[in-house]
């Protein structure tokens, strides 16, 4: 029992322990995210499209809308061509000795960092557009926009 106890309170076999017990964890997080990503594109598709007919655009908010629908969009696109080399890679690794992998291959690297950037822009754009049209919001019900 107190080798047990000793074996445990080693710095590093703290963090081995903690590492097998997060990472399934967070490839079932990832997954999550993949699944509701594939889901968010088809809805968002579908908001794109009633937002852009001709009698939405005459407000200002609808305006506001379609660019956070256009740009949660790119997030969610970005997020299954992040995901889905990461889950290949996963099913590789269940079906394949590890030897027998290849390596990632150039395209594949460069995608992520940029697709990692598209992420990561898109997202601070939708929430900018959200807030900008919530101040607007604001703005109009403190202030009517009447003409006296």
Known sequence: MSSTI?????????????GDFIGPIVFYIDYINLVSSIIGVAANIFHVIVLTRKSMRALTINVFMCGIAVFDLERMLSIIILFLPKFYKFYQESQMPEYCIPPESYFTMLSNQFFSATFKISQEISVWLGVTMAILRVLVIRFPLNPK
Do not use: A, G, K, L
């Open 6 to 18: 000793q074996s445990t309170s080693d710095p590093h076999n703290f963090w081995y322990i903690m």
